[in-house]
């Protein structure tokens, strides 16, 4: 049991730890927490499209940054300093090891690295479009927009790896990150009248 209550904490400090990215764009923040709880709902929704493995493809994008943990978060910039996974593999044997699922996890995490299956790159594309996500934010807001669209742009040509995934991207690019609550705006503007 100490063992899963150690996992548990190590898990919740993903919630103190931020993405580095951010500070290399010169603007945003967020979590590694934040950014695996979007993955892993947009992992579930490109699974559902299609008609991928969902709880496979959910926890691919649960635990994919989970050795950030130990090692913290290394922007792409940095990354390229590194030998190949930087220490990852043994964070993550270390991580999972005595954990009752662990070899479930890292045998997860290996798919996922290998992008040989569809729930693979289903859950690189959930990875990708949590990003993209950030910034259409930035783009609608015309903070940094310069910036946002030329990084939105790289990563919907060359991160996006299934046609469901490029499918979404394409709808984020077009959707503004507001559309979710104006009719929800509206239904209640209309009852402020009525009262």
Not at 118 to 140: G, H, N, T, V
Not at 166 to 182: F, P, Q, T
Request: hydrophobic share 40%; glycine share 8%.
């Amino acid at each position: 049991m100490k063992d899963l209550v150690n996992f548990l904490f190590e898990a919740n400090s993903l919630k103190r730890i931020k993405r580095t990215g951010w500070q290399i764009l010169g603007q945003g923040e967020e979590s590694v927490a934040e950014h695996l709880a979007v993955s892993a709902i947009i992992g579930y929704t490109l699974a559902k499209l299609a008609k991928g493995d969902k709880e496979k493809v959910v926890l691919m994008c649960l635990f994919h940054n989970f050795y950030e943990a130990r090692l913290g978060d290394l922007h792409s910039l940095a990354q390229h300093y590194l030998n190949k996974d930087g220490g990852r593999k043994r964070i993550e044997k270390d991580a999972f090891g005595k954990l009752p699922f662990g070899k479930e996890v890292l045998s997860l995490i290996k798919e996922y690295r290998e992008r040989k299956t569809l729930e693979a790159r289903l859950a690189k594309d959930a990875d990708a479009l949590s990003f993209m996500i950030q910034l259409k934010e930035f783009i609608d807001l015309g903070a940094g927009e310069s910036f946002a669209r030329e990084w939105f742009s790289i990563h919907k040509k060359t991160r996006l790896r299934t046609g469901v995934g490029r499918k979404l991207g394409e709808a984020i690019e077009k959707g503004r990150m507001h559309d979710w609550w104006e009719d929800i705006r509206g239904k209640i503007a209309r009852n402020w009248e009525r009262e």
